[in-house]
């Protein structure tokens, strides 16, 4: 294939991924609305069982449960989520292809790229954890980032060469490092407003329809900090250590208070902050949940933000 | 004196002592990191001197009245503010303070042989208890093995009832990890300290063919640290051979820079082998611990001027400095030598000349597709004869005269190889020829090495301590009772929150020959 047609086809494939990510994300707000009508949670059901004794048996007690329709569908939108991320990641190496490089050049490579890593980091979450309920989030997210990265002209950049800059394999270490850091970054914020709905409403005793469905807030705290301290030590190598040497070897200096080096800074004492919080009583739980989603905004600003409004040497973002 | 306020004084030691208490608790730290954060935001909004001096430049010039404001306050030097620097210094206190005493703690728990039971395991998070047919050192040896084999530490003991106790604990490195970290931190903060004091950083524009020798005169700009020894600059010396550059010439991200190439020829000291070297973007010359950098580029058009006598009284390359992304750039030519006055120029070469009644004369493109030189003429004293140093991008106006024809300020505009006669028989000024010319960062960083292993050493230290979970576990066999049967209990603790300590003692119980769940001998942990 020309380079042309492998860049016609990327084009397809994220246009093909997102019309995907849209309806997984319909199958997720189906699986929520239908989550809401089925009230019975686990602990009536027994009761109705015992009780049941006394009256005809009715065919929902004595037939086995009927599996409920929100996890047929929840299950439908996660192979969707699936599928899109096959036919995603089809468009970011056919981006590569079409370039003759890796595909991490200007913001449109980097938005498709870090939207991949998100869903992968999803993808992996949902597989260690078992915590499904993130699709509709993670769906509708980076299905906004698909289509803004392509629909808004200003986002939108053809496959082409690189900037001398770039050209250095600690580009490949320093963008995978901190696009794979970013996503498990996104899907640790994600896990966080589970755990900030979920952890209201036990506290509120209100446990009800979807809430009632997730998983225990005990478990999700878990699971936010573990997804953290995976994430964490990744992006501290990243921005910390292969930034570094990258921008000594381009730039002649390792440590230059360029705006995005100031906010990649930031991002990472905010994320320090969430670490030292758990470890502070009277710091866990909530608060430090908050603290996770003000370190994932500082992360996002560094990365939308940055690239947009301030000027520096990392100005290869190719917009506008 | 008022006795109660004599009372409740503190004395300066115990001051001292609550303040330091105070600046050593993990929730100082938690605000100082905060506040570090909030501190370090200014600099990435306002233009910072040391990175963008010519923004800074025309922020003032632009807000006359904020911008002393923000020189008062610091924010076109953020980073080296006496603000910033007393958030780090206090974080670092703080460190230090939260490191020294930690390290002690360690070091004597770390020798120490797992703690005895608890006199009721019950109370802890996790606790199993069950009964068993089996002899009391046969429980108790297959809980040793199994808690060794998930390398835990294990101390057997009888307790004052004669109940056999393994007291068990792994997880004694998370807390090394965490202090290798904290420490990694003062370990890079020196090699970056180290660097900034015995380093330097200089600059230098050369044209093709010019040299450059690494003396200070040599430089345009020279920043050493401040214990930086001007004798230890490496006598290397450089010629630029060739530079070329391409551009994207199709229409998607036109002008933007593809490649980079110069080549240079150097000799590490004077008298040694010339050796070649094709430097590019991510491809620095080094020469005994100095490196040379490839930081931009632009063009030295040759330029040749006559004057009112008819002598050749300048010829050369001249330093244009590019001045945005079509490489529009700035420069001055002086000629010291004209007579009968001196006479100066400045204006912009153009590497594709446009005009537009709008924009004057700009370039569109950055490679040279039809160069060309405008310049406004000056005549009368450069200034240059009193000895004050002057550079060579600007042109001191003071005694000069501006040259005009017909009563308007005269410009010349020339395409290589054109020559124009200047007003008032002054002389005239030929476009010989054109180079390319490279903007050269020289500088010798010595802490780097430091700070990187600091680096490295940290998030090897962060790792290990976001990843060993330290965890207690005591078994206690009592011998067996009336029943003739063996009382096992098992209880835990975990020392850091997020690990599964449930399941982990389960498994623990499970290798000690616990029955399975739902037998009558259960009972449920607390
Ligand atoms: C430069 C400032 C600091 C930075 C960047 C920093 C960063 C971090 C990070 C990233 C962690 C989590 C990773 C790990 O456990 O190793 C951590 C943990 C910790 N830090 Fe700091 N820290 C700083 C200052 C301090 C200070 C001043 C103290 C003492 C008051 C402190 C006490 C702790 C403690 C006790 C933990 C362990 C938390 C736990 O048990 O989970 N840190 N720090």
Redesign the pocket.
């Known amino acids: 294939m020309t380079m042309t047609e492998w860049g016609s086809l990327s084009n397809l494939a994220f246009a093909s991924a997102t019309v995907v990510y849209v309806l997984a994300l319909v199958a997720h707000v189906a699986e929520w609305a239908f989550a809401r009508q089925v009230e019975p949670p686990v602990e009536r059901r027994r009761e109705l069982v015992g009780a049941g004794a006394a009256v005809p048996p009715s065919p929902d007690v004595t037939a086995p449960p009927a599996e409920p329709r929100f996890e047929v569908v929840g299950r439908i939108g996660l192979s969707l989520t699936g599928l899109a991320f096959v036919i995603h990641l089809v468009g970011v190496v056919a981006r590569a292809a079409a370039a003759e490089r890796v595909p991490w050049g200007n913001m449109f490579e980097f938005n498709t790229t870090g939207a991949l890593a998100v869903t992968g980091a999803y993808l992996v979450a949902v597989r260690l954890f078992k915590l499904r309920w993130l699709g509709l989030l993670v769906t509708a997210f980076v299905a906004v980032v698909l289509a803004a990265s392509m629909l808004v002209p200003a986002l939108y950049v053809a496959p082409g060469p690189l900037v001398p800059a770039l050209h250095s394999y600690w580009l490949v270490i320093h963008v995978a490092a901190a696009a794979v850091a970013g996503g498990a970054f996104a899907v640790g914020a994600f896990v966080s407003v589970l755990y900030l709905v979920r952890e209201r409403a036990e506290r509120g005793g209100a446990l009800g329809g979807v809430v009632g469905r997730m998983p225990a807030a005990a478990f999700l705290d878990r699971v936010a900090f573990r997804v953290h301290a995976f994430a964490f030590p990744l992006w501290t190598f990243g921005v910390l250590v292969a930034g570094p040497i990258w921008a000594e070897h381009a730039w002649g200096r390792y440590w230059g208070w360029d705006p995005k080096e100031v906010w990649a800074f930031i991002t990472w004492v905010v994320y ?1 902050a969430y ?2 919080a ?2 502070t009583a009277g710091w866990q739980g909530r608060k430090a949940a908050y603290l996770a989603l003000a370190a994932f905004l500082t992360f996002l600003f560094n990365y939308v933000g940055i690239n947009l409004f301030a000027s520096g040497l990392h100005s290869y973002g190719g917009v506008g | 004196m008022d006795k109660q306020a004599g009372a409740s004084a503190l004395s300066p030691l115990e001051l001292g002592r609550w303040a330091w208490r105070r600046l ?3 929730r100082t ?1 938690l605000i100082l ?1 905060f506040l570090l954060a909030m501190a370090a935001i200014p600099g990435s909004l306002i233009p910072q001197q040391a990175v963008s001096p010519s923004e800074v430049f025309a922020f003032r010039e632009a807000n006359p009245t904020l911008g002393e404001w923000y020189d008062r306050l610091g924010l076109f030097t953020v980073y080296t503010s006496v603000w910033f620097g007393a958030v780090y210094v206090l ?1 670092m206190l ?2 230090v303070g ?1 490191i020294i005493p930690r390290t002690r703690q360690y070091w004597r728990s770390f020798r120490a042989q797992p703690p005895p039971a608890p006199r009721n395991l019950a109370r802890l998070p996790e606790h199993r208890t069950w009964s068993s047919a089996a002899a009391v050192d046969d429980l108790a040896a297959d809980a040793e093995r199994a808690l060794r084999r998930s390398r835990f530490r294990v101390r057997r003991y009888a307790d004052d009832s004669g109940r056999v106790v393994l007291a068990a604990e792994r997880g004694r490195y998370r807390e090394a ?2 202090l290798v ?2 420490l990694s ?1 003062l370990v890079v903060l020196a090699g970056v300290a180290y660097g900034a004091l015995f380093g330097f950083k200089g600059g230098a524009y050369l044209a093709e063919g010019q040299g450059f020798s690494n003396t200070l005169t040599q430089y345009d700009e020279f920043k050493p640290g401040a214990l930086y020894d001007i004798d230890d600059l490496v006598p290397f010396s450089l010629t630029l051979e060739q530079f070329e550059a391409t551009y994207e010439m199709g229409d998607e991200q036109r002008g933007a820079a593809r490649s980079f190439d110069a080549t240079l020829n150097y000799l590490t000291e004077p008298g040694a082998e010339p050796r070649s070297k094709a430097l590019a973007v991510n491809q620095p010359l080094e020469i005994g611990g100095t490196s040379v950098f490839l930081v931009g580029n632009g063009y030295a058009p040759e330029v040749t001027v006559r004057d009112g006598n008819g002598d050749v009284a300048f010829s050369g390359p001249v330093p244009f400095l590019p001045q945005d992304s079509s490489n529009t750039s700035f420069g001055v030519v002086k000629v010291p030598d004209a007579q009968p006055t001196q006479i100066g120029f400045e204006g912009f070469f153009l590497p594709t000349f446009a005009i537009t009644p709008e924009r004057g004369p700009h370039s569109t493109f950055p490679d040279a597709l039809r160069p060309a030189l405008v310049l406004t003429g000056f005549t009368g004293d450069l200034g240059m004869d009193d000895g004050r140093p002057q550079s060579v991008y600007v042109l001191d106006k003071d005694g000069l005269t501006q040259l005009e024809e017909d009563g308007e300020p005269f410009r010349l505009l020339l395409e290589p190889g054109q020559t124009k006669q200047l007003p008032g028989g002054a002389g005239s000024v030929t476009f010989a020829g054109l180079n390319r010319a490279v903007q050269l960062q020289v500088s010798h960083t010595p802490g780097k090495t430091v700070a990187l292993a600091g680096v490295l050493l940290g998030l090897a ?2 790792v290990t ?2 990843y060993i979970r330290p965890r207690r576990t005591w078994v206690r066999v009592a011998g067996a009772g009336p029943d003739g049967r063996t009382v096992v209990e098992a209880a835990g603790l975990d020392r ?1 929150s997020g690990g599964d300590l449930a399941s982990g003692l389960d498994d623990l119980v499970a290798a000690i020959g616990r029955p399975a769940k739902d037998q009558p001998e259960q009972e449920e942990s607390s």
């Open positions: 320090a670490l030292h758990r470890a | 050593t608790s993990m730290a990191l974080l703080s460190l939260c990890g965490n970290f904290h931190v230290g962060m301590s976001l850091v």
